[in-house]
């Protein structure tokens, strides 16, 4: 049986169908949560897509945070549960203090619509366990504001505790600099993805779900959303062994 | 119950890159005005509040900024008094 994994619709979501269908790709039952909805209908994992939950208003991210159904994802990682954010699902992650940092304004003032190479930096975790470390990954960027930012502390403190999943890159596999190109919004020491400290909730900016199948021009996304899928797989199988041994 | 009105005023924090800011101070030149530095741009919030007392008002709208209206690891905020109305007389419900 398919692994149900919950995709959360604000209303401004506009990646959630991209998402639903990379989902199945990678063998999955895509939930479809309302915003409304205060009950994630018992999913092994939550996707928050990419777009502009709410208008963005105030802050990408912020009035998302509020919302019922946040509530319950909140709870839901509070117990362990595997979220993962794109882009503005990341942005409301933030918000909410679900994963640490912000997300600023792109150091350009530009929206950047374009493809990016990003690498995953272990490979060790539910959301990069297809994925090898290092490995160049082409998929889009499509944000206004990415450009992601923590005080010096906290920077320190995710790269030795391994919270940064994925960096920008250059073609080469180099980590990108600030002001490098290859660094599509200024994201301090290139990082493009990060995870929270107990490891179950993480939010990256690129799009994988964009770059899930060749024909989209890259399918480099697919190890990323393959990645989830197998963890809410063995999440589900886990929780079930637990309610057969009450 | 009163009418309390309040701007809260959002700014980055210093050490906070702020690219409006730096675009504000690279069209100075533009304008032909010069020895204007330090520019950060923020965000201006008007509000009314029905309370009781100032007290009761002021802190509705300090949580309202601190919680929505700014991010704590990126802005700061200032919540400003900036005039009171009786609303008794002019109620009806």
Same mark, same amino acid.
């Given at each position: ?95 909410? !203090?679900? &994963? =640490? ?10 929206? &950047? ?26 998929? =889009? ?39 490098? =190109?290859?660094? =599509? ?24 779900? %964009? ?9 480099? !996304?697919?190890?990323?959303? %393959? ?20 | ?93």
């Amino acid at each position: 049986m398919p692994v149900r994994v919950g995709v959360v619709v604000f209303p401004g979501s506009n990646c959630d169908r991209d998402t639903v269908h990379a989902l199945e790709v990678a063998g999955a039952e895509p939930v479809v949560l309302w915003h409304e909805e205060a009950s994630l209908q018992g999913v092994a994992a939550v996707v928050l897509p990419g777009g502009f939950a709410y208008g963005d208003y105030v802050r990408a991210g912020v009035i998302a945070r509020f919302s019922p159904v946040m509530r319950a994802v909140t709870a839901f990682a509070g117990d362990g549960g595997l979220v993962l954010g794109i882009c503005n699902g990341f942005q409301v992650l933030a918000e909410a !203090g679900l &994963v =640490p940092g912000a997300l600023l304004r792109n150091r350009s003032l530009r929206f &950047v619509g374009r493809e990016v190479t990003i690498a995953a930096q272990r490979d060790d975790t539910p959301f990069t366990r297809g994925v090898a470390v290092g490995r160049p990954l082409r998929m =889009p960027v499509a944000h206004g504001e990415g450009c992601y930012f923590a005080d010096d502390a906290t920077l320190d403190e995710l790269e030795r505790d391994g919270q940064v999943l994925f960096r920008y890159v250059d073609a080469a596999g180099a980590v990108a600099g600030p002001t490098d =190109p290859a660094n =599509p919004n200024g994201s301090l020491r290139a990082i493009a993805g990060v995870r929270n400290a107990a490891g179950n909730v993480a939010g990256l900016m690129p799009h994988p779900e %964009r770059a899930a199948e060749a024909i989209l021009g890259s399918d480099d !996304g697919m190890g990323i959303v %393959r990645s989830l899928v197998d963890s809410a797989a063995i999440a589900a199988q886990g929780r079930a062994g637990l309610v057969a041994a009450r | 119950m009163s009418r309390f009105r309040f701007a809260i005023n959002v700014t980055p924090k210093a050490g906070i890159l702020d690219p409006q800011g730096r675009a504000v101070e690279g069209s100075l030149g533009h304008l032909g005005i010069s020895g204007v530095s330090d520019v950060r741009v923020g965000r201006r919030v008007e509000l009314a509040v029905e309370a009781i007392d100032a007290a009761g008002a002021f802190a509705i709208a300090d949580r309202l900024a601190s919680e929505l209206l700014s991010n704590p690891l990126i802005e700061a905020y200032a919540v400003e008094p900036i005039g009171t109305t009786s609303s008794i007389a002019s109620r009806v419900d």
